[in-house]
């Protein structure tokens, strides 16, 4: 039998393996971006943890946590159209470094987006890169499991892993608003021993941004 007549035969299951490479690969990513897309990083005098996880509808989280007299917080916009949810938490803060002008940042969240996209530049970047080294290395795992010994799925599942992270990096770049922050305010997560709040509960913190001593 001529060759030509089997050729088309033999193209279907490099299609389909192709497309079971693909598949794996992106949810290799996804998967190890969902489970260690976490990180800590110092931006200013605060010490903030920044997480990623996929997502339907992309949105951003900022919380505060209970330390240096800062009452617990978070707040929640819908800053983008890509399918990743952010989330920025404050978990330390450096006494000897705040000043009374920092206390201005966790009064509203719009402050602290800014805030964070102007002073925390070198952890976001850090952060990205520790993003696509976890998609890498959770496409490449999912590409050894489908790969039947053979190593260019293991490259192409690597490969479409990183790309489908990267896209949809740029995606949350180019329709990122920081602005849809301004429609939101603070919402405390817990209040003193008392029972009583110390500032306001709409925002989630105490007027003056500090618990009193």
């Known amino acids: 039998m001529e060759p030509s007549v089997l050729a088309p035969g033999k193209r279907k299951p490099s299609a ?3 497309l079971v490479t693909l598949i794996a690969g992106i949810s290799g990513a996804a998967g190890a971006i969902a489970a260690g897309g976490t990180g800590s990083y110092d931006v200013g005098p605060f010490t903030m943890e920044l997480q990623a996880r996929p997502a339907a509808l992309g949105k ?18 819908g ?22 002008s920092d206390r201005a940042i966790i009064q509203n969240p719009y402050n602290m987006a800014q805030f964070i996209g102007e002073e925390g530049k ?3 970047r850090a952060f990205v890169i520790k993003l696509a080294g976890l998609a890498a290395a959770g496409a490449a795992a999912a590409g050894v499991a489908v790969s039947l010994g053979r190593w260019q799925r293991i490259i192409g599942a690597t490969v479409a892993g990183v790309l489908a992270l990267a896209v949809v990096g740029v995606m949350t770049q180019r329709t990122y608003n920081t602005k849809e922050f301004l ?11 008392n029972g009583v709040p110390t500032g306001d509960v709409n925002t989630g913190l105490p007027t003056d941004g500090l618990l009193p001593s």
Do not use: C, G, Y
Not at 67 to 76: D, G, I, R
Not at 79 to 100: D, G, M, Q
Not at 183 to 193: I, L, M, Q
């Open 16 to 18: 389909i393996w192709l």
């Open 60 to 77: 951003t989280e900022l919380a505060v946590r209970k330390v240096e007299q800062f009452l617990p917080s978070h707040a929640e916009a």
């Open 79 to 100: 800053t983008h159209k890509a399918p990743l949810a952010l989330r920025a938490t404050i978990i330390n803060v450096n006494p000897r470094a705040i000043v009374s």
């Open 122 to 124: 070198d952890a976001m």
């Open 183 to 193: 429609k939101t305010r603070f919402v405390v997560e817990s209040v003193p021993a």
